[in-house]
């Protein structure tokens, strides 16, 4: 993420909520939804104006009126360097309590920049495990806001909360105090494919027939197999999901 810098012009308005800047961009990329720090304080980036009408973003060398919120506007001064907080700028129970509140997506940390900190942090063998476990969590958390953000179907983005999902049990174990109900996440995955493994099979026999879409899809229904397989050791035995996962991994091999 690029850590944008602003310089301030003026002072506009202010008051306890937030106010109004004119401000010059001198690094980076300003953009609606950067947090800004002020010492220890911050500062939320709302809305950006230029030549009268509202942008999402504006690079080095030029200028905008900027909508700030945090009482700290009012205390700004001309000249005065405000540089936004890159996500490792924050700590653990700050973005805890940050997800908590449900931000606007286009708050920072942007949803990609933080599911990639949050998944280094939670495979950190130097952490200890209830830290990487608040890790993991912050990591899904972050992979749900990444697919609303960019509008990822279900079956796209299954495979990616089925990973960090799969390594939290792999790594703690199953249950709510490790990474999750295993049979569950499997019972989910399995809800997001309409087709029954001989259905799928029988396409990926003649694949090469089929129309594109019906091409992709097949790769998407294949992509959450490995995942299905990963969680199998820990469903119970005799479990008819178990079979369900093991026709599933017999089909793999026929998808493209």
């Known amino acids: 993420m690029s850590i944008a810098e602003l310089q301030?012009?003026?002072?506009?308005?202010?008051?306890?909520?937030?106010?109004?800047?004119?401000?010059?961009?001198?690094?980076g990329v300003a953009?609606?939804?950067?947090?800004?720090?002020?010492?220890?304080?911050r500062m939320g980036l709302r809305h950006i104006e230029r030549h009268g009408r509202?942008?999402?973003?504006?690079?080095a060398g030029h200028t905008a009126k900027?909508?700030?919120?945090?009482a700290i506007v009012a205390l700004l001064s001309r000249g005065q360097v405000l540089t936004s907080v890159p996500p490792d700028g924050h700590s653990l129970e700050d973005l805890e309590a940050w997800l908590a509140t449900g931000p606007p997506l286009r708050d920072e940390p942007h949803p990609r920049t933080l599911r990639?900190?949050?998944?280094?942090?939670?495979?950190d063998e130097r952490l200890p495990d209830g830290i990487r476990l608040r890790w993991?969590?912050?990591?899904?958390?972050?992979?749900?806001?990444?697919?609303?953000?960019?509008?990822?179907?279900?079956?796209?983005?299954?495979?990616?909360?089925?990973?960090?999902?799969?390594?939290?049990?792999?790594?703690?174990?199953?249950?709510?105090?490790?990474?999750?109900?295993?049979?569950?996440?499997?019972?989910?995955?399995?809800?997001?494919?309409?087709l029954?493994?001989?259905q799928a099979a029988a396409q990926g026999r003649v694949w090469r027939d089929l129309p594109h879409h019906r091409i992709r899809h097949l790769r998407r229904i294949k992509s959450l197999i490995p995942w299905l397989a990963v969680l199998r050791p820990h469903l119970p035995e005799h479990d008819p999901l178990g079979s369900a996962v093991d026709a599933w991994v017999q089909a793999r091999a026929l998808l493209p």
């Not at 301030?8 to 961009?25: H, K, L, M, N, P």
């Not at 509202?54 to 690079?59: L, Y």
């Not at 900027?66 to 945090?70: A, D, K, L, Q, R």
């Open 116 to 123: 990639v900190l949050a998944g280094v942090r939670m495979r």
């Open 196 to 198: 029954t493994p001989a």
């Open 66 to 70: 900027v909508h700030f919120s945090g």
């Open 54 to 59: 509202p942008v999402g973003s504006f690079d």
């Open 136 to 194: 993991g969590r912050v990591a899904l958390a972050a992979t749900h806001r990444c697919a609303a953000a960019e509008g990822t179907p279900e079956l796209v983005r299954a495979p990616e909360l089925a990973c960090v999902h799969s390594y939290l049990i792999e790594q703690f174990g199953p249950g709510p105090d490790g990474g999750g109900d295993p049979a569950a996440l499997c019972r989910d995955l399995l809800a997001l494919i309409d």
């Open 31 to 41: 953009r609606a939804g950067q947090v800004y720090a002020v010492g220890a304080s």
């Open 8 to 27: 301030v012009y003026s002072v506009e308005e202010a008051d306890v909520t937030g106010g109004v800047c004119v401000v010059r961009c001198i690094g």
